[in-house]
């Protein structure tokens, strides 16, 4: 095992610290930055310093987590990723005003994922 892949398993897990969250959510690997970003006990204001993350994925992460606030999932809506876009308009903690924004995506697969939210209906 490599360091990286150390830090990414503890990264994942619910039994790392919230204090070990927090110091890994800097790692300088973006694999380690979204495992802090779908950890289900990483903190909130973690969850926002991430949302801004300079890798899509790490954004997208952050997206999906149930826990991310829903102003944060706002801002994401207008993500410049469609991949960041399409996890906001699958997520059921978006609000509807922001699911029909997104209904007129530029990617296909945006709108296709907020027709299938259930919360649309």
């Known amino acids: ?49 991430l949302s801004t993350d300079k890798h899509w994925y790490v954004r997208r992460v952050v997206a999906e987590n149930p826990h991310t606030p829903v102003d944060v999932l706002v801002k994401l809506s207008t993500d410049e990723d469609n991949d960041v876009r399409w996890t906001i308009a699958k997520n059921t903690n978006t609000p509807v005003n922001v699911l029909v924004n997104l209904s007129t995506d530029e990617d296909y697969d945006v709108r296709l994922a907020v027709e299938k939210n259930p919360k649309i209906y």
């Open 1 to 49: 095992m490599t360091i990286a892949t150390i830090q990414e398993f503890a990264a994942r897990s619910p039994k790392t610290p919230v204090d070990v969250l927090v110091k890994l959510s800097t790692d300088e690997d973006h694999y380690v930055r979204e495992a802090v970003a779908e950890n289900p006990n990483t903190p909130v204001d973690v969850l926002v310093k």
